[in-house]
């Protein structure tokens, strides 16, 4: 990783960009410009003056600005702003690549000659400017792969999911409505209720929130439904649409990783996980970033990180405390450890903290409980 010092901030459609000289900037306007005219789209970009007195080094990768970049483009290449156009992929350890349905034609998936209704079934469903060639999408799969024994349900709502943020949490609910609808067929069809659980990261827990209300509506309670980092900006404080609650299934467990930053702030499920306290900067994470960066969504990024090594078998175990200093002052030693993750068991209820190591593996086991 290079070295950047910030000094110059770039206006780009309400959003600011800081980079470590004029010339840096230049190239980045002309590097969105460039991928907004593939788009037939214009950006509208002021350059400020240097700040001279600024003198902080943050290290960038090339992939930096790769969010930044997408909340400027409309759609991912390839794809159409429709709900028509959003997709479930099946993943199976009987092929490498996944079978792709759109909501429509859910019903497909049926009758697809490995695809077990009887099984336990995990629909994941992934946050704002994210695609299914993602390194969150990858690290999923390869968990759920490993681990084997589930039918999983990636779905791809990309097309949607890029550009402005607004925009895009307030299309959230219909979306959710029509997911809720394509799990509704596969219910109706012989896909067994008691197996499903709905993960969703970010924006897709909330959307995930969505469907499993638009199910009950139908009569259809979803057993569990996991949120990993629920996203906060506009749905508390103002509330620009309805958050995911613990009303929304049978059992809702979130774990929080940057509360009060991209992740929201509030015990809002049955039971809510905390580790490191939930907030950033997570253990490993840069303790400076830039906004928006990739490195700026390390902690966001780590509770699908966790939750992926639960799958996998890694030992999250908590304990119940009123916050994170009582437990690190270990005042709720006498409270039992459970577990953080896919075993999380359902009559869970509260708050529970833990700690976990810097990098992977990140389960500390018995020493995280400590």
Known sequence: MGE????????????????????????????MTRTLKEKGMK????????????????????????????????????????????????????????????????????????????????????GYVEKSSDDSIHTIVRSYRRHGGYNLLILDWSNLAFGNYISVILGLQKLG?????????????????????????????????????????????VPRLTGLDPAYPGFYLPVLVPPVNRDDAFFVDLVHTDAGGFGEPLSVGHADFWPNAGRAKQPGCLPVTLLLTIEDFCSHWRSWRFWA??????????????DYDAFLRGRCQEEPTVNMGLYATPNLRGNFYLRTAAKSPFALAERGAE
Do not use: W
Not at 186 to 210: C, D, F, K
Not at 309 to 322: M, P, T, Y
């Open 43 to 126: 950006v509208n970009a002021t350059i400020s003056p240097c700040l001279a007195q600024s003198n902080v080094s943050i290290p960038l990768s090339p992939r930096s600005f790769r969010n930044i970049l997408r909340t400027f483009v409309p759609v991912p290449r390839g794809r159409v702003l429709s709900i028509k156009d959003v997709r479930i992929l099946y993943f199976s350890n009987n092929f490498m690549k996944p079978k792709v349905y759109n909501l429509a034609g859910i019903k497909g998936l049926l009758a697809e000659p490995d695809f077990d209704t009887n099984k336990p079934t995990t629909l994941y469903i992934h």
């Open 177 to 221: 409505e029509r997911t809720g609808e394509a799990v509704e067929k596969l219910i109706r069809g012989g896909l067994a209720l008691e197996g499903l659980h709905v993960v969703g990261h970010s924006l897709g827990v909330h959307l995930g929130g969505y469907a499993c209300r638009y199910l009950k509506y139908k009569g259809f309670i």
């Open 309 to 322: 090594e639960s799958v996998e078998g890694g030992q999250f175990l908590a304990r119940k405390c009123d």
């Open 4 to 31: 950047l010092t910030v000094k110059c901030l770039l206006y780009a459609d309400d959003q600011v960009i800081l980079a470590s000289s004029v010339a840096e900037l230049q190239m980045m306007v002309t590097l």
